[in-house]
């Protein structure tokens, strides 16, 4: 199994440009979450999909945040226009059944962030 | 506010001496915790989790974390450490299907 998924693995961009960050989870897995890293706030859960449908953005931290997930097997994470403030690591995850039973959420490598 | 909380942000340790990482967490009723382990560059792995029965948990790489209800905590410990077990360790709460995690500890094992 390949794992989840995330691209670009890095990204340096100048403050105003529009940022997209991909993920594809691993396949038959049901839910996929955003989480965002940084060395202030740990880890963030920004929003969770369920079957492609957002159940809980209430981490998303502004309106220039914005997440998609078209299929089951492919998520965006937009950032319109991003800020100095949006540098972070953004992770995505993704589980069978959002942690209830086996609890295991399988991580991506993560997309690096640099927002000059 | 209902948290997960880690008091030890970054620990230094000689390799063989034993660990002990704090956390606590506020939320009331039945929790299902976890650690999950960041090793340099890489992404988050599970190390232990805890749903129920025996309240002391073994996981990989001869960790164990212990589940004290009263205390609302869960310790993750290991009786040796390794120059290999530095890393960025997370403890974590499952609430109505959401991971919560802790602040994170970042660990030093000096050889």
């Known amino acids: 199994d390949a794992g989840v998924i995330q691209s670009p693995r890095h990204e340096v961009t100048e403050m105003g440009q529009e940022v997209t960050l991909r993920c594809k989870p691993i396949?038959?897995?049901?839910?996929l979450f955003w989480y965002r890293q940084t060395m202030m706030r740990g880890l963030e859960l920004l929003i969770y999909f369920n079957n492609n449908v957002p159940i809980d953005d209430s981490g998303m931290p502004e309106d220039r945040f914005s997440a998609k997930m078209p299929n089951a097997s492919f998520s965006t994470l937009k950032i319109q226009p991003s800020e100095p403030r949006d540098s972070a690591v953004y992770f995505c995850?993704?589980?069978?059944?959002?942690?209830?039973?086996?609890?295991?959420?399988?991580f991506g490598e993560g997309s690096r962030l640099t927002v000059l | 506010a209902q948290s997960v909380s880690q008091h030890n942000h970054h620990v230094i340790l000689s390799e063989a001496a034993s660990l002990e990482l704090g956390c606590n967490y506020s939320?009331?009723?039945?929790?299902?915790l976890f650690w999950y382990v960041q090793y340099p560059g890489q992404h988050l792995q599970l190390l232990l989790k805890?749903?129920?029965?025996?309240?002391l948990v073994k996981g990989i790489k001869g960790f164990e974390a212990e589940f004290i209800k009263s205390k609302f905590s869960f310790n993750l410990r290991k009786p040796s450490v390794q120059w290999s077990d530095t890393a960025e360790y997370f403890c974590a709460v499952n609430r109505l299907g959401k991971l919560i995690f802790g602040q994170g500890t970042t660990l030093q094992v000096k050889p």
């Open positions: 995850a993704s589980n069978e059944l959002a942690g209830g039973l086996t609890g295991e959420l399988f």
């Open positions: 805890y749903f129920s029965g025996d309240p």
């Open positions: 939320y009331g009723g039945t929790v299902n």
């Open positions: 396949s038959g897995h049901d839910y």
